[in-house]
């Protein structure tokens, strides 16, 4: 009765803590709303990280990376893609969703494109901003750099490393860094091994790092694929990584 008592009273805790870390801000693509969050230091100059969510939007996973990353000293803002109203509520919705913005990679990226306009209005410094994603948004993070939208470097926690074949291999500005987890049966061996090409035809500045024992969703503690060393070690390497591109 107790430990159920303590666990819900840091789950109380834990929610508190975003909402009082973690400002809402309304953005507009044309009529479409849009809701980003933004870390406590907003309106400092400091180096700033876009974080973009798995396929379910905005999560816990999301928020915890911004808070780790303000404890860093960056500026984070977590990107609204969909916009409100169109938050996916299962997976099939969401797996729709997505799949919508991969085929339409334009459209993502200038969603991506809106938010990293939010993050510099609010503090982060022009030429010190980074992009990070998870899943979805690791494809998010790629397509930042296919996009050549102005950041230093991005980073794909087990994100899709797939595209259309039919798209063109261009110069790759950003530096690129892929977490792939080893056994992400969404990856196949051309999408890994036309990824690296695409990166080198592109002259990049890349590295992959695959996590053994590790399947897709590795990173996050809610789901049954975490792996906790892993995660960790992603983790530090996404630090790691930050540090080299903006400080």
Same mark, same amino acid.
């Given at each position: ?41 907003a309106g400092k100059k400091l180096p700033g990280v876009l974080i973009l969510p798995a396929w379910k939007g905005i999560d816990e996973e999301a928020k ?13 803002? !977590?990107?609204?893609?969909? +916009? ?9 919705? %969401? /797996? =729709? ?23 510099k209005k609010n503090g982060a410094i022009s030429d010190k901003t980074a992009v990070i994603g998870y899943c979805f948004g690791g494809t998010g993070a ?14 794909? !926690?087990?994100?899709?490393? +797939? ?9 790759? %500005? /950003? =530096? ?17 091994n036309n990824l690296i090409k695409e990166m080198n035809e592109g002259n990049a500045d890349w590295q992959i790092i695959t996590y053994a024992h590790s ?33």
């Amino acid at each position: 009765m107790v430990r159920s008592i303590l666990l819900t009273t840091l789950i109380m805790a834990s929610g508190t803590l975003f909402s009082q870390k973690l400002a809402s801000i309304s953005y507009q693509d044309g009529s479409q709303k849009l809701n980003g969050l933004i870390t406590s230091n907003a309106g400092k100059k400091l180096p700033g990280v876009l974080i973009l969510p798995a396929w379910k939007g905005i999560d816990e996973e999301a928020k915890t990376a911004a808070l780790e990353l303000e404890k860093q000293g960056y500026i984070a803002f !977590i990107a609204d893609i969909y +916009g409100e109203g169109k938050i996916p509520v299962d997976n099939d919705a %969401a /797996a =729709k969703s997505s799949g919508y913005y991969k085929q339409n990679y334009k459209e993502y990226q200038k969603r991506i494109g809106l938010a990293l306009d939010q993050l510099k209005k609010n503090g982060a410094i022009s030429d010190k901003t980074a992009v990070i994603g998870y899943c979805f948004g690791g494809t998010g993070a790629l397509e930042s750099a296919r996009g050549n939208l102005p950041v230093a470097g991005v980073v794909s !926690i087990h994100g899709s490393l +797939g595209r259309d074949q039919t798209r063109k291999n261009e110069k790759l %500005a /950003a =530096k690129i860094l892929v977490e792939n987890p080893a056994d992400d049966r969404s990856v196949t061996p051309d999408d890994y091994n036309n990824l690296i090409k695409e990166m080198n035809e592109g002259n990049a500045d890349w590295q992959i790092i695959t996590y053994a024992h590790s399947k897709h969703t590795f990173t996050d503690p809610k789901s049954p694929d975490y792996n906790e060393v892993m995660a960790k070690r992603a983790w530090n390497h996404t630090l790691m990584f930050l540090k080299e591109i903006l400080k």
